[in-house]
């Protein structure tokens, strides 16, 4: 892949390889994701794209392999500055309400300039449901708060693990409208899809996984 000359790729993997109980998932997979653009990892069920947004969020670790962030060796700390994850566990309270959510969760993470929990809401289409519980909300609905958090978050790359999922096609124009967004001001992100999805209108590159029993077909 083609790195942006001079301007190191906001995350990139080298090398990097997971098996469990030695059964290979990925890899070794080299891979990187540039301030303004999207890296689409497709790949069928169970394919690992789900382990790799894990791995490279520090959730779990790789067999093999590098993982820089912004140039440097992912630390901790770097993951905790750089990376705001949504994943398939919204990472939501559900006995609190949706503005008590995002407020409680801008205390953890920090909060992106000019952005406030209030009008993230109303981007996502959750306006009306500030005092409404979590554990009220429907799937879709959740997957619009956990975006609002995303959304709030000050770090540059967005590992989106489905985030299309659960959404109606108003949800997944949003979805690829904040994407759009992010990476015009200068993020970048790593999007899981199936692939059934429009992909976001934006500069994008795509990485296949396999599925353990594809490569075995493929062979
Ligand atoms: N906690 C776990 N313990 C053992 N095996 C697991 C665990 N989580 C995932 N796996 C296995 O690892 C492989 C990759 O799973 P992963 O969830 O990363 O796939 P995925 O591409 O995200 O799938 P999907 O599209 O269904 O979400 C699968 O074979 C799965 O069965």
Redesign the pocket.
Known sequence: MIETANIPPLLKARGLRFS?NDDP?FGPLDLHVDAGEALLVQ?????????LLRVLAGLLRPDEGQIEIDARPASSTDRSRYIAYLSHLTALKQDLGTLENLHFLCGLQGRRARQMPGNALAIVGLAGYEDTLVRQLSAGQKKRLSLARIWLSPAPIWLLD?PYANLDLEGINLVNRMISAHLRSGGGALV?T?GAYAAPPVRNRTLT?R??AEQEDAA
């Open positions: 469990r998932v790949g069928s069920n169970g394919a690992g794209k789900t382990t489905e899981t199936h996984l599925s353990a």
